[in-house]
């Protein structure tokens, strides 16, 4: 199985800067790509940004320019530089990998961290 877990949430000012890392561990076969999504109260996951394993990345065009993703040299590790921040970007993020556990598993799946709570105040 695969865990996700991930760090680096807080409470920050309009235009402060914060750092999410997050950590995959457990069996873990193939990375297809890692990315950030969040979550704001009433609102639907959104994707953030994705890392690939090819390399190349891609953002919603709200943090474009603002908040830029990386991935670790074993390509587990994924964190999300969130710089100039807004009050809309609170919310919650959450870590998520697609990939397969096993070479028995068919079809990537997602996985997900348990999230962590980004608060921007105006």
């Known amino acids: 199985q695969v865990q996700l877990v991930e760090s680096g ?9 914060l750092r999410l890392s997050c950590a995959a561990s457990g069996s873990i076969f193939v990375v297809n790509h890692m990315a950030w999504y969040r979550q704001a109260p009433g609102k639907q996951r959104e994707l953030v940004a994705t890392s690939t394993s090819a390399g190349s990345t891609n953002y919603v065009h709200s943090v474009k320019g ?21 009050p809309e970007d609170t919310a919650v993020y959450y870590c998520n990998l697609f990939g397969r556990a096993t070479a028995l ?12 709570q980004v608060t921007v105040s105006s």
């Open 9 to 17: 949430g807080g409470l920050v000012p309009t235009g402060g800067s």
């Open 66 to 86: 603002r908040f830029t993703i990386s991935r670790g040299h074993a390509k587990t590790t994924v964190t999300l530089q969130m710089n100039s921040l807004k």
């Open 105 to 116: 598993q068919p079809y990537g799946r997602d996985y997900w961290g348990q999230g962590t």
